[in-house]
């Protein structure tokens, strides 16, 4: 398929879905031909600016067209499944945002799906083409701090509320838990630069900041309090952060077992007043740690009676253009690679699949009151396809 113009259509058009201005490029490799959503506004944004492309507000049509050569899905989470398997049951190849459903039952369904179709599908983990993450993954691959036996993650959540509490992120028949939905970038980090995948879990977590006892048709714009409040938004997402409804943990912590025996704590808090993700690799050689704020890497090695540790390292990460750190028009430049060149993503669908049953088993844990959980091995039908040739690994 080398040389070819991919054709992409869109589902779900708010949020990750301005990922399509990155693929609309019709002087070049891929060109976004139709948009899919079930809200009015959205959709007429995207057909004012889009211009000529197909608009409509039922995923099934853009599906039926043959002008639509791979779907980018960026609807909300809990519509990943149906909408991931009704395009490879299509004959498309499928972009699906993270994570790549809500139920690891529903992912395996969409592995068997991507098995049946001959196509490709590629899981949205944009942290994997991050310039930070992407320098402390060659570092551990270079063996500089050994054989990793701990890792430490501290995710501190700011504007978490602005941008889970206000909608339907809230609400655990949407995202299962936030371990899940916002976690399931960490996780898949975690088992990325390790090289290894989670076996077993145990949680602790509650709602300690967010929910209460408001009504839950309460709008910012309509409260009385969105004088005093610090939570007020007027915005896409105004729905009280403090209604009842609210049933998705804002603080959680969870320890995890590796393969090969690596141990691992992993921290989440939304309600903290800065945002930021420090991760910590200890190895038996040294210690890789990051700061985003200050867009550096540290490494700092143990005595080797060589070379290795005459000296302490300070990587300064260069910027880059693009959202997410430039990771967004990489991401997308490597999905049309993948279906026009046979390209290998970053992400394999074993990895998204994967991140989805450590942060269930998570919830699981925490949800029974620390109880520990192992998580969910792939069927032994899966198992045997990947491992007989298909897009396994990591």
Known sequence: ??????????????????????????????EVVAGADVDPARLAGFAHERGDAFCTNDYR??????????????????????????ALQAGKHVFCEKPLAIRVEGCDVILRAWHRSGRHLMVGFNMRYMAMFRTM???????????????WVRHFVGRGGDFYYHDWHARRAHVHS??????????????????????????????????GDRPDDLTCPACPDRGTCPETLEGPRVQCAFRREVDVEDNQVMIMELEGGIKASYLQCHFTPDYHRNYTFIGTEGRLENSEPDGKVWVRTRPSRGWKDLADRVYEIKPALGGHGGADPVICAEFVAMCLDDKAPEATPLAGRMSVATGIAGAASLRSGGQVQQVAPLPSDLRQWLAGGGNSGF
């Open 1 to 30: 398929m080398s040389g070819e113009r991919l054709r992409i259509g869109v589902i779900g058009l708010g949020g990750r879905g301005g990922l399509w201005r990155h693929w609309h490029a019709p002087g070049g490799r891929s």
């Open 61 to 86: 049509r853009l599906l039926e067209r043959s002008d639509v050569d791979a779907v980018a899905i960026t609807s909300p989470d809990h519509y990943h499944e149906e909408h991931a398997i009704a």
């Open 137 to 151: 993954k060659e570092i551990v691959d270079a063996g500089t701090i050994g054989e990793i036996r701990a890792v």
């Open 178 to 211: 936030l371990l899940l939905q916002k976690g399931s970038h960490d996780i898949d980090v975690i088992h990325w630069i390790t090289g290894r995948y989670t076996k077993r879990v145990a949680a602790f977590g509650g709602l300690d900041f967010y929910g």
